[in-house]
């Protein structure tokens, strides 16, 4: 297949910390393997980051490492255009057009919105407010087609698609409407503590959370202390949250079905399957953890990758951008 005739991905990540083992199998793990079927772009979105207060210093040192993580997770500069937000200024002008599209009410039954104003109730900025308007700028600044997310971003990405047909609609057929590209397997990795919760880094709880840099003896520990239930059945059911949360996660990394592992571990009980799993994702992480701290040792080539990962998102969507321009009436500059 041409490149042209290849589909479009996009897809961000925050780097407001070390990603987790959720973020890890829900998103990031399967962006490398999309590489050589789809043109992709992935971006580590520091402009959503500070729609929560962020520590200037740890923020330039979080957006490098994460920048660094995505590499070492499989993805490849030299196949997909990998890029810092904040280097691409065209996705804030975007963002400021389409949220001309977009109503105040439906921005007020996002859900992460309504999560995230309770947990930061002293500081409900209006970026917090607007962040789903600039994820839908950074996806249809590249027209992508598919954007592969986890299932807590399905909303988001909903209102993406609604805004690109609003803006379509008023203004004539220009965006490529996206689809949620949202794995069958693994896409609501939950909290170690609490199955109920999504796994997410700012968890207060150390236990509830792998964070893909965890050492293998820190990781082997956290799901040991894992919560499962009072029988002792290694079976996949929704009134066994815990253990089908383990089974997920073991599926993920080992590539085993459901079924199989319920075979594997039939007679056998939680202490050794919590072993098992935490065994296979403290392998599975070894080599991302090796080549992180490789990459992390020459920032003179992270720099350049950064640079030129912008170098390539600017082009693409500076052209989408003075096209939108165009669309909505603004006076031609050039
Ligand atoms: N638990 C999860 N299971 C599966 N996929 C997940 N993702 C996040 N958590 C899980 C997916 O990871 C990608 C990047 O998401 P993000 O940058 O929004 O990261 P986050 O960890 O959800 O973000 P926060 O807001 O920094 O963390 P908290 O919630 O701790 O404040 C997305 O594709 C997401 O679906």
Known sequence: MSEQEKKIIFSGIQPTGTFTLGNYIGAVSRWGELQDQ????????????????????????????????????GI????????????????AELSWILSCSTQFGELSRMTQFKDKSAKHADDINAGLFTYPVLMAADILAYNADLVPIGEDQ????????????RFNGKYGEFFTVPEAYIPKVGARIKSLQ???????????????????????DVIIRKFKRAVTDSDSEIRYAEEKPGVSNLMSIYSAVTGKEIPEIEREFEGKGYGDF?????????????????????????????KECYMEGAKSALSIS??????????VGFVDAR
Do not use: W
Request: hydrophobic residues 40%; proline residues 5%.
């Open 38 to 73: 789809f043109n992709c772009i992935y971006s580590i979105v520091d402009m959503h980051a500070i729609t929560v207060r962020q520590d200037p210093v740890q923020l330039r040192q979080k957006s490098l490492e994460a920048y660094a993580l995505l590499f070492a997770c």
């Open 318 to 327: 500076r052209r989408t951008l003075t096209k939108v321009y165009r669309k």
């Open 76 to 91: 490849d500069p030299k196949k997909s255009i990998t890029f810092i937000q904040s280097h691409a200024g065209t996705h």
């Open 154 to 165: 399905r909303q988001h990405l909903e209102l993406a698609r609604n805004i690109a047909q």
């Open 274 to 302: 919590k072993l098992a799993v935490g065994e296979a994702v403290s392998d599975r992480l070894k080599p991302v953890r090796e080549e992180f701290a490789r990459l992390m040792a020459d920032k003179a080539y992270l």
């Open 194 to 216: 609490d199955p109920e919760k999504k796994m997410s880094k700012s968890d207060e709880n150390p236990n509830a959370c792998v964070f893909i840099l965890d050492e293998p």
